[in-house]
């Protein structure tokens, strides 16, 4: 498999786990240090990892939203939604990458 980065707003189609198989993503962002939530719970601080299984948060089917926020910066998110039917190894990307953009005052 590949390593996949994801531009802002891109949905990623993740399968519904038949069985034991697991996954590890990667989290990052630029600049690094971001706070990662996962349906509104902390995940950790950018760069950090996962291990995505049928035995952790993506069991349900369903939309799930990742988002990384950090102080001085736009927060982001990706939407990642679960379907029946593949291997969680076979679609979910083991990198997500977040670029966020800093805020600036227009007067």
């Known amino acids: 498999m590949k390593s996949v980065m994801l531009g802002a707003g891109l949905v990623v189609v993740v399968a519904l786990v038949t069985g034991c198989a697991s996954q590890g993503v990667r989290i990052t962002s630029n600049p690094p240090g971001a706070t990662i939530t996962y349906n509104g719970r902390y995940v950790g601080e950018t760069p950090t990892s996962l291990s995505v299984s049928d035995e952790n948060v993506f069991f349900h089917i369903g939309k799930h939203t990742f988002t990384a ?39």
């Open 69 to 107: 926020d950090k102080s001085g910066y736009h927060s982001d998110s990706r939407i990642v939604t679960e379907v029946m039917g593949k291997e969680i190894t076979d679609v979910i990307p083991p990198l997500i990458h977040f670029d966020l953009q800093p805020v600036t005052d227009r007067k």
